[in-house]
C-alpha cells in the first residue's frame, strides 16, 4: 500500500521561509515523478512545481524563483524550499506522484499518488 506523507507545513510570518518535505512508503521516487499542489481556502488546486529525472517543471510563473523544488536521494524525499513567503501563499500543500510531470492543467484527479496534505500559513 502506498503512503504519501507531506511534513514541515506551519505558521510564518510573511517573508520568510519554510522547507516542505515529501517522502512515501511502498513507493519508489526513483521511478517516478513528484510534484506538489497548493489550494488555497476556498479555491482549486493549483500546480506548482514538479520534479523527474530529466529536470524540475514549474507552472506558476509568479512563483519561480520564490520556490525550489530539489530531489534528496540519501532520505528517498522531495523537497519544497519555499523563500519570500507572502500572505497569498497560504494554502493546504499536496504532494503527488505519478509516472511523469504532468502539464499545468492536469486534472489533479488523474494523478496516481497523493498525500494529505500539509498547512502553510503566512501572516503578515
Known amino acids: 500500500q502506498v503512503q504519501v506523507v507531506e511534513s514541515g507545513g506551519g505558521l510564518v510570518h510573511a517573508v520568510g521561509s519554510l522547507r516542505l518535505s515529501c517522502t512515501a512508503s511502498?513507493?519508489?521516487?526513483?521511478?517516478?515523478?513528484v510534484g506538489w499542489f497548493l489550494q488555497p481556502p476556498g479555491k482549486e488546486r493549483e500546480a506548482v512545481p514538479c520534479?523527474?529525472?530529466?529536470?524540475?517543471?514549474y507552472y506558476a510563473g509568479s512563483l519561480q524563483g520564490r520556490f525550489i523544488i530539489s530531489r534528496d536521494l540519501a532520505n528517498h524525499a522531495v523537497h519544497l524550499q519555499m523563500n519570500t513567503l507572502k500572505p497569498e501563499d497560504t494554502a493546504t500543500y499536496y504532494c503527488?506522484?505519478?509516472?511523469?510531470?504532468?502539464?499545468?492543467?492536469?486534472?489533479?484527479?488523474?494523478?496516481?499518488?497523493w498525500g494529505r496534505g500539509t498547512q502553510v500559513t503566512v501572516s503578515l
Open positions: 503527488a506522484a505519478d509516472r511523469s510531470c504532468w502539464a499545468g492543467s492536469v486534472i489533479p484527479e488523474r494523478l496516481q499518488f
Open positions: 511502498g513507493l519508489t521516487f526513483d521511478s517516478h515523478a
Open positions: 520534479i523527474s529525472w530529466t529536470g524540475p517543471t
